[in-house]
Structure formats: C-alpha cells, structure tokens
C-alpha cells in the first residue's frame, strides 16, 4: 500500500487565521497531502505571552477555523500533554497513528530560524519534511541560506513553497480587538463570531 502523505501545521493558534488556512492548503495543492493535522500546541517553551488563554478555547475557534475543508483535521494530542510540549513527543505519538506515513511538518520562515532550539532537534529533523514557506517581513536570501544551512548541518530534507503569501499574524488580530478595530476577511467568519461571543482579547 502506498504511504500516505501526513501534512502537520502545528501552532499556537490564538487564534487561527487565514494565513494559516493558506498556509496549510498551499502544502496540501502542491505537495498532493493525503490530510492536513493542525495541532494546537500545549504549552509553548519559546513562546510566552500576556495574551494566553485556555487551550480548549484555542482548539474550539482551530476546529471552527478548518470547518469545510475535507482534507483538515484539528488534532488534541498536544494540549492534551502535562507540562512543555515538544515537537519530538508529538511526532512519536503520530509515527504509532500512522506507521510507516510520511510527515510534511508546515511552517513559516520564523520557525526555520528557531527550529535548531528544538528539544532533539537534530532527530526532529530526521524525522520529518520540513515545508516552508514566506512570510512578509523575511529576507527570501537570509530565508535560503538557513535552509542550506539546516541541509548541510542537519541533512534535514526541506521543501519550499512558493505559496501566496498573507500579512496577518495573530498578535495583530488579538491587538484589532483589544482596539476595537475591525477583524473581518482576516479570519474565517465562525472564528470571528466566537471570539466576541466569548469576549476573547478585550
Ligand atoms: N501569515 C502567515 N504566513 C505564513 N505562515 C504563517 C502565517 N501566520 C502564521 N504562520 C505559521 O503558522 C505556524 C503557527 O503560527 P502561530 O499560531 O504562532 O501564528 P502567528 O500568527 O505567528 O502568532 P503570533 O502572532 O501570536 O506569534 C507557524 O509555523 C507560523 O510561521
Ligand atoms: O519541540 C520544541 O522544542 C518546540 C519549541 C517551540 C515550538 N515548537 C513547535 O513549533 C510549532 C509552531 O509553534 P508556535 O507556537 O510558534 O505557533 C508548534 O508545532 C510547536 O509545538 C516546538
């Protein structure tokens, strides 16, 4: 039997936005993805932020956020994790899910610079196919020499994508609210709706 091609996009989503949607249906057009897991993360290492929330809210406005497409599925293994959560444990839970598969792990040009900080980074990149791709704001010849970098170093197998890209960064929309300016066309419609339903970012 074939091996199926997993694509993964891991984030924090808080929330999800179409620049991930993007993002994530760019990989699966180009790459002939079998499905894409978008896996909320749990709790972040690198990343703190005045702006967190419960991660059942991050996971509920993913699950809306992906509503419509087929090919999307939102995953809990993550945020259901005590403690950090670490790409390497998520990929070892996956490689029993889908024995044998493939994974296409999606990111944008800010995690190429920071992926080397990874807990075993080294077999995380072993492991997987790195998907990247643009973001504005990232110099496309520093963006390439990291990805030889990571080849030479790593062995790391990396693929670009030329994908459209979006200008839309979570923190801007958690900012838009918290100033009452509009978020429409930004995000998916549901997501919205549930962010002032809740009365997320005020
Ligand atoms: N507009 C975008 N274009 C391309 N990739 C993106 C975009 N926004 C997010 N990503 C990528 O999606 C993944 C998850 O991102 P994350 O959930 O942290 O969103 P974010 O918009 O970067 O959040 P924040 O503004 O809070 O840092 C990362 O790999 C990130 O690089
Ligand atoms: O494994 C690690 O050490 C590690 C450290 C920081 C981030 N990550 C992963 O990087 C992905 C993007 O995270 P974020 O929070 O920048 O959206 C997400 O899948 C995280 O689990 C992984």
Do not use: C
Request: proline content about 3%; aromatic content about 12%; glycine content about 6%.
């Amino acid at each position: 039997m074939d091996r199926l091609k997993i694509g993964v996009l891991g984030g924090t989503f808080n929330p999800i936005h179409n620049g991930h949607l993007l993002l994530a249906e760019s990989a699966r057009d180009r790459l002939g993805l079998d499905k894409v897991l978008f896996i909320p993360t749990g709790n972040n290492p690198l990343k703190t932020t005045d702006w967190d929330i419960d991660a059942n809210l991050r996971y509920e406005m993913t699950k809306r956020g992906i509503d419509g497409n087929e090919f999307f599925e939102v995953s809990d293994i993550e945020i259901k994790r005590e403690g950090y959560t670490y790409t390497i444990d998520t990929l070892e839970e996956l490689e029993k899910i889908y024995p044998g598969d493939e994974i296409y792990f999606i990111v944008g040009a800010d995690i190429v610079f920071e992926i080397d900080s990874w807990k075993r980074a080294d077999e995380v990149l072993r492991k997987i196919n790195l998907v990247t791709t643009f973001r504005p704001g990232y110099d496309q010849d520093r963006l390439d020499r990291r990805v030889e970098e990571l080849r030479e170093f790593y062995g790391a197998r990396i693929l670009k994508l030329f994908a459209p890209e979006m200008d839309i960064s979570s923190s801007e929309i958690r900012s838009r609210v918290k100033h009452g300016y509009s978020i429409r066309y930004l995000l998916p419609r549901s997501v919205e709706t549930y962010i002032y339903e809740k009365e997320l970012y005020r």
